[in-house]
């Protein structure tokens, strides 16, 4: 006897394999991603040379650049999840190497605590 083709439907709906990548993972292969990505682009420079070489920190890839020259990146997609606002942080190049990030992090990119928003503040006046 032959099965209805809804009942097949069902049936091939139910035996499809699934595909499913735990949050914590997700970040990780996100994260190598975004290294994978950073290390084609700095392989395709060419040119010449540059005093600070371009580099991934491990969230961000800094394309190279000339003493004195800012470089300024949009926050990292992959912590957009995290933060609040759509800014961006820069290094500068400077005779002794990449100067650290600015501005700070968490000013640039804001933070949400999604705990936070399940918080009541209140008032004394």
Same mark, same amino acid.
């Given at each position: 006897?032959?099965? /209805?083709?809804?009942?097949?439907?069902?049936?091939?709906?139910?035996?499809?394999?699934?595909?499913?990548?735990?949050?914590?993972?997700?970040?990780?292969?996100?994260?190598?991603?975004?290294?994978?990505?950073? $290390?084609?682009?700095?392989?395709?420079? $060419?040119?010449?040379?540059?005093?600070?070489?371009?580099?991934?920190?491990?969230? $961000?890839?800094?394309?190279?650049?000339?003493?004195?020259?800012?470089?300024?990146? /949009?926050?990292?997609?992959?912590?957009?999840?995290?933060?609040?606002?759509? @800014?961006?942080?820069?290094?500068?190049?400077?005779?002794? @190497?990449?100067?650290?990030?600015?501005?700070?992090?968490?000013?640039?990119?804001?933070?949400?605590?999604?705990?936070?928003?399940?918080?009541?503040?209140?008032?004394?006046?």
């Amino acid at each position: 006897a032959l099965l /209805p083709p809804a009942l097949l439907t069902c049936c091939g709906w139910l035996l499809a394999p699934v595909n499913s990548v735990h949050p914590e993972c997700r970040f990780h292969l996100e994260i190598q991603e975004e290294e994978t990505k950073c $290390t084609e682009l700095l392989r395709t420079q $060419t040119g010449k040379y540059k005093a600070c070489t371009g580099v991934w920190d491990n969230i $961000t890839c800094w394309r190279p650049a000339d003493i004195g020259e800012t470089v300024t990146v /949009p926050c990292p997609k992959v912590f957009s999840n995290f933060y609040s606002k759509p @800014g961006n942080i820069s290094k500068n190049c400077t005779s002794h @190497g990449w100067s650290e990030m600015f501005p700070d992090f968490v000013d640039a990119c804001g933070y949400r605590d999604a705990e936070d928003d399940n918080k009541i503040t209140f008032y004394v006046l």
